[in-house]
């Protein structure tokens, strides 16, 4: 599976983003899929994910309420909606599909979040 993460930009804070992960070369209903970031400095890690059938989603708590994670299967698209964004949200976000015996990382796309 090939994705494309894009969406990232500079936006101050309280604003909003919504990034996309757009997913080629295999089913891409056949994965859960799950965004990460990574801060400067800072070990890369989990942000919100979701079945593959869109059905359940899951958030760490330093983005509960204030993310939501879709899907578009129909499209091969997933999404992350980032709303009320914090200067702490400032990372490279990461898209990611698994399955049970297979993994793919999107590249980055750089969030930065200004006070």
């Known amino acids: 599976v090939q994705l494309q993460a894009c969406g990232g930009g500079l936006v101050q804070a309280g604003g909003w983003l919504r990034l996309s992960c757009a997913a080629s070369?295999?089913?891409?209903?056949?994965?859960?899929m799950g965004w990460f970031r990574q801060a400067p400095g800072k070990e890369r890690e989990f942000v919100a994910a979701?079945?593959?059938?869109?059905?359940?989603?899951y958030y760490a708590d330093s983005v509960k309420g204030r993310f939501t994670i879709s899907r578009d299967n129909a499209n091969n698209t997933g999404y992350l909606q980032m709303n009320s964004l914090k200067p702490d949200d400032t990372a490279i976000y990461y898209c990611?599909?698994?399955?049970?015996?297979?993994?793919?990382w999107g590249q980055g796309t750089l969030v930065t979040v200004s006070s």
């Open positions: 990611k599909v698994v399955a049970s015996t297979s993994a793919y």
């Open positions: 070369g295999r089913t891409f209903s056949n994965y859960a």
């Open positions: 979701i079945s593959w059938s869109g059905t359940s989603t």
